[in-house]
């Protein structure tokens, strides 16, 4: 089969005296009978050219899934006169929430389980299903969840008894998808947050649970740069509604025992000042960047916002994510060393939580009580299985209560993880966490893959991921990239990664590629690298910048026409970008988006395999983006490399639902990647497991 041509249809772009062609333009047009035509020529194109790759993919994916746990569990977490957890069966595709009525964690073997939800009950055969914002009322009679079936971000709020066990009639359509749904303390009210035309969520609403009335419209956010996000305090006493750009926030507050009343708020909005709140023993805890790069908090009494102090002496090596207080402590989330750290304040002193690992992930447990006499964190490092242990507010003394299971057999010490530092091209030191067999090097150059992202103050933080276990036991080297964009460094790292200084990022991740070909870890043609959405972009720019590099890379729904949509303010979350990328409409970002933009760049040259992804819902990365790119690509590259297109055409952003489908999609990318960098054919070590799910 003959790989698809787009027709090219002359459509010049004018902005600043600057002519861009962009023959390409038409693909925008999804009610166009031949745009749905190329998609679906590209897609018979991909199986086709993956089609050599069925007895790789298969096998991958079966060795991945005999790494899946048969049951994936959750410490339960006690709430009231409850444990919650969630649990994943291995044949099944979805989570189930559950719960357990016990006095202490001794007595939860010897109770009954009450399902909340068995998201695999609401799955269509072969739909596509997300439930997120799943909500018990402060009573627990309650349950408030969201679902969508499109892959947009637009969901549909649900109410369930859970003394029936049945979904109440009334639903409410246009939810946004996270941080939009919460309960008043009596378990009567529901406040939740819309979306507008462009799926930007804008307005907030108070709903009263099987009544008959008109939904209560309360705030408006007219600002198009910004977005409404709904917390709960950790006490459950206090509401907060966080309107937020990139850089700038401002938050209005609520008692919780008091829907009807009006919000008030803390603090205005002031350009590049962001703050969030939390609830701790009479005062409110400020999160705020006023006057400290890196974040510090403050303190001050519920009735009186302007009289605050300093709960500590600022630090700048510290970096400070997120407040989780509780009745005894206050527990501290940030980065320190370019690693996650915890801290706990007590009785005026903070102490930071130390680790024996050399590179780890540390992160505050979910959905805990306030009165938490055991407070639940996880620890995990790319060797070390999610572990959560309970940590005592009051000695700090830790208590393992679970490891997550590795199916198979699983030797630690077969395996070494190290942290490297590559080179900049302004001599910044930029961090690698690498991980492989001790013995896949024995025979030089081993075959590598390579991580990125480094967008929106993201981390790549070093995890455990039981599924890459074959990978590394056919002799791959796996590295994950910590470049500019991304905050492992601190916030500067990634203010450096922004705006007019984005060159930054791909720059980093093409000098750690070079280091570690330089180091001997790898060779380019034995190099492949993958990234998604943010990280696409990055692997776009990186094939026009570095692509001799590679011998493959894969860009998964990646924005790689970066100045074509920061002009369209029609287009979902453009507006939003703009705090990241710069607007356009201004000349000095528009050459600069113009200078990387993957689209914009694709020159007659050589480039790396490719193995590029879309949606069809998509409203973060439009589908036409990387079906704009790989046209211009295949009528461009002077290469004979492989250039596949697959499209979800009944998804959106992050593919297929279901985590075995989710599986075989990785399972797909590893394949193309490993037969291009010569790690097809590899025997499998003696640690290898494969037994069909």
Not at 70 to 85: A, E, L, N
Not at 391 to 407: D, N
Not at 506 to 511: E, H, S, V, Y
Request: proline share 5%; hydrophobic share 35%; net charge negative.
């Amino acid at each position: 089969m003959k790989a698809p041509v787009a027709k090219r249809i002359p459509h010049p772009h004018h902005l600043h005296g600057d002519e861009r062609q962009d023959d390409y333009y038409w693909l925008r047009n999804r009610d166009n009978p031949e745009v749905i035509a190329y998609l679906e020529a590209e897609n018979a194109y991909y199986e086709e050219q993956m089609r050599p790759l069925k007895a790789l993919v298969e096998s991958l994916f079966n060795e991945m899934a005999a790494r899946i746990p048969d049951v994936d569990q959750q410490v339960p977490v006690q709430d009231g006169p409850y444990f919650y957890y969630t649990r994943i069966e291995k044949r099944k595709q979805y989570p189930i929430f559950a719960r357990k009525q016990a006095a202490t964690r001794a007595d939860l073997d010897a109770a009954a389980e009450q399902i909340l939800l068995d998201v695999n009950e609401l799955a269509e055969e072969g739909g596509y299903l997300s439930v997120t914002e799943v909500r018990v009322s402060p009573d627990g009679q309650r349950l408030a969840y969201l679902v969508n079936r499109d892959g947009t971000d637009k969901y549909t709020l649900c109410v369930r008894d859970l003394t029936t066990g049945h979904d109440l009639l009334e639903t409410i359509p246009n939810v946004f998808l996270s941080n939009s749904v919460e309960w008043d303390q009596s378990g009567r009210y529901l406040f939740y947050i819309t979306v507008d035309e462009t799926q930007r969520p804008y307005r907030l609403w108070r709903h009263e649970v099987e009544s008959q009335g008109e939904d209560d419209l309360l705030y408006e956010e007219t600002d198009t740069t910004y977005t409404l996000e709904l917390n709960k305090s950790r006490s459950g006493q206090y509401l907060f509604l966080l309107a937020g750009s990139k850089t700038t926030s401002e938050v209005r507050w609520l008692r919780a025992d008091m829907p009807h009343a009006e919000w008030t708020l803390f603090q205005p909005r002031t350009q590049g000042v962001e703050y969030s709140l939390e609830h701790w023993q009479d005062e409110f805890l400020i999160l705020t960047n006023e006057g400290a790069p890196n974040f510090r908090v403050l303190t001050c009494p519920v009735t009186a916002s302007t009289h605050r102090r300093e709960l500590f002496p600022y630090d700048e090596r510290r970096y400070l994510t997120g407040l989780h207080p509780f009745r005894e402590a206050l527990f501290i989330s940030g980065r320190e060393e370019g690693l996650t750290q915890l801290w706990v304040y007590r009785d005026g002193q903070l102490q930071r939580l130390s680790w024996d690992d050399p590179l780890y992930t540390v992160r505050m447990g979910g959905n805990q009580s306030y009165d938490a006499t055991e407070v639940l964190v996880q620890y995990e490092s790319l060797l070390t299985p999610r572990t959560t242990l309970a940590v005592s507010p009051i000695t700090l003394e830790r208590t393992v209560l679970q490891q997550a299971e590795v199916p198979g057999e699983f030797d630690r010490d077969a395996y070494t993880e190290e942290r490297l530092w590559a080179k900049a091209e302004d001599g910044t030191a930029v961090p690698l966490a690498v991980v492989y067999r001790r013995d896949s090097r024995s025979r030089g150059p081993a075959p590598l893959i390579l991580n990125g992202y480094g967008s929106y103050g993201i981390n790549t933080n070093p995890h455990f991921q039981s599924t890459l276990l074959p990978l590394l036991d056919r002799g791959v080297i796996l590295a994950y990239a910590q470049v500019r964009g991304g905050s492992e460094m601190g916030r500067q790292w990634y203010e450096d990664g922004k705006l007019l200084k984005k060159r930054n990022t791909f720059t980093d991740f093409i000098a750690c590629a070079q280091h570690l070909i330089t180091e001997g870890y790898t060779a380019p043609d034995r190099l492949a690298a993958y990234g998604g959405s943010a990280g696409g972009l990055l692997m776009g720019a990186v094939a026009n910048l570095g692509g001799e590099l590679f011998a493959a890379l894969a860009a998964l729904v990646p924005f790689v026409d970066v100045v074509t949509t920061m002009l369209d303010e029609s287009i979902p979350l453009t507006t939003l970008e703009w705090d990241e990328w710069g607007n356009p409409a201004e000349e000095p970002y528009y050459s600069y988006m113009k200078s990387y933009s993957p689209y914009d760049n694709v020159t007659a040259k050589p480039y790396p395999h490719l193995y590029v992804t879309a949606g069809l819902n998509d409203p973060r990365v439009a589908y036409w983006e990387p079906a704009k790119w790989v046209a211009r690509l295949r009528a461009t590259k002077t290469d004979d490399g492989v250039l596949v297109l697959k499209t979800h055409m009944g998804a959106g952003h992050f593919g297929s639902s279901g985590r075995l489908n989710r599986l075989r999609e990785t399972a797909e990318m590893f394949a193309f990647l490993l037969d291009k960098i010569g790690a097809a054919s590899l025997e499998l070590s003696d640690n290898a497991q494969e037994r069909p799910v």
